[in-house]
């Protein structure tokens, strides 16, 4: 594992994906890393258990 993937876990910084408007997010799990697709493993603190969520675009919630 790369000292890079590893530092911004460490610090709690995240980055958005490049693709945040396309209404999917990969995350981790167990330590919240975001990702631009969905990997087999994190690449930070190599869970298995990666999360996707998908998100209708467009859409708006009225009270």
């Known amino acids: 594992m790369a000292f890079d ?4 876990g460490f610090l709690g910084l995240t980055s958005e994906p ?9 995350e981790c799990r167990h330590c919240g890393s975001k990702f631009d697709a969905a990997p087999d ?13 998908e998100f209708a675009a467009g859409t708006t919630r009225e009270e």
């Open 5 to 8: 993937d590893l530092l911004p």
């Open 18 to 26: 490049e693709s945040a408007g396309d209404g999917v997010l990969h």
């Open 41 to 53: 493993r994190c690449r930070v603190c190599d869970s298995s258990e990666i999360a996707t969520y």
